[in-house]
């Protein structure tokens, strides 16, 4: 009996090694899952992906949720979880840099690429969907840059807010917004490449939005954690990051 038992618990232990938890921040909803995928087919460890806002998952990283992993999109979180003693201090790596692009769909028969910054402004355009200011990066720098260009108080009523750039693609896509600010990781992605054009917005008009990830205190799986993210920074890893507009550091 005891024998039995004790197999049961090797094996226990061997499946929950086998996976690791990572948190991300949603403008990798594309990229991160083929990435894992040849992560898992090459080593046989699974990767448990959560996407959401970096500014929510933190959160739910101080209070107490088990990720192992924690992907960024803005590299303050993570140091900020570092210096609270949630994250490992020799683990942070700038992965990638984003890029914010305004995007329209094929219906509204803008070209957001010779218009600009122009296109917010046009009538067909009735609503904007960015991500929330308050808790993503993303949402941030497409407040940076509309204000930048000086049309913040004259497009602001037409704003609509997603919970992070996965929701605010998810307007677009729907045609709850006639255009929005997003990442150039949305506009690749499956869902609206070939549904709209996108102008990529100057990167002096937001502040650069380095992208982090870094291993967490209360990860049981450090060593796996380690392995992913030493995969990472393969060539494989980084050409995917690159197919979807992500520029290396």
């Given at each position: 009996?005891?024998?039995?038992?004790?197999?049961?618990?090797l094996l226990s232990t061997?499946?929950?090694?086998?996976?690791?938890?990572?948190?991300?921040?949603?403008?990798?909803?594309?990229?991160?899952?083929?990435?894992?995928?040849?992560?898992?087919?090459?080593?046989?460890?699974?990767?448990?992906?959560?996407?959401?806002?970096?500014?929510?998952?933190?959160?739910?990283?101080?209070?107490?949720?088990?990720?192992?992993?924690?992907?960024?999109?803005?590299?303050?979180?993570?140091?900020?979880?570092?210096?609270?003693?949630?994250?490992?201090?020799?683990?942070?790596?700038?992965?990638?840099?984003?890029?914010?692009?305004?995007?329209?769909?094929?219906?509204?028969?803008?070209?957001?690429?010779?218009?600009?910054?122009?296109?917010?402004?046009?009538?067909?355009?009735?609503?904007?969907?960015?991500?929330?200011?308050?808790?993503?990066?993303?949402?941030?720098?497409?407040?940076?840059?509309i204000r930048h260009f000086?049309?913040?108080?004259?497009?602001?009523?037409?704003?609509?807010?997603?919970?992070?750039?996965?929701?605010?693609?998810?307007?677009?896509?729907?045609?709850?917004?006639?255009?929005?600010?997003?990442?150039?990781?949305?506009?690749?992605?499956?869902?609206?490449?070939?549904?709209?054009?996108?102008?990529?917005?100057?990167?002096?008009?937001?502040?650069?939005?380095?992208?982090?990830?870094?291993?967490?205190?209360?990860?049981?799986?450090?060593?796996?954690?380690?392995?992913?993210?030493?995969?990472?920074?393969?060539?494989?890893?980084?050409?995917?990051?690159?197919?979807?507009?992500?520029?290396?550091?």
């Open positions: 009996m005891l024998r039995v038992l004790a197999t049961v618990l061997l499946d929950v090694a086998q996976e690791v938890t990572i948190a991300a921040a949603a403008d990798l909803s594309t990229a991160l899952p083929e990435i894992a995928a040849q992560y898992t087919k090459q080593s046989g460890v699974a990767l448990k992906l959560s996407f959401g806002s970096s500014g929510n998952l933190t959160t739910q990283i101080e209070n107490g949720a088990p990720f192992d992993i924690f992907f960024s999109a803005d590299e303050d979180y993570p140091k900020q979880l570092i210096e609270k003693g949630f994250a490992e201090k020799d683990t942070l790596y700038r992965y990638a840099v984003g890029t914010l692009v305004l995007w329209a769909p094929n219906s509204i028969h803008l070209n957001p690429e010779a218009l600009g910054i122009a296109t917010l402004t046009a009538t067909a355009v009735q609503k904007i969907a960015i991500a929330n200011p308050q808790h993503a990066p993303y949402g941030r720098a497409a407040e940076a840059a000086g049309i913040y108080q004259q497009i602001a009523p037409k704003l609509v807010l997603g919970e992070n750039v996965s929701q605010a693609a998810q307007f677009l896509q729907s045609g709850n917004a006639q255009a929005g600010l997003i990442p150039l990781s949305q506009a690749l992605s499956p869902a609206l490449r070939g549904e709209g054009q996108y102008w990529i917005v100057p990167s002096n008009a937001y502040p650069t939005l380095n992208q982090a990830v870094v291993v967490l205190t209360r990860s049981k799986q450090k060593n796996a954690a380690g392995k992913f993210l030493a995969f990472l920074r393969t060539p494989e890893a980084t050409s995917l990051l690159g197919r979807y507009g992500f520029t290396l550091p």
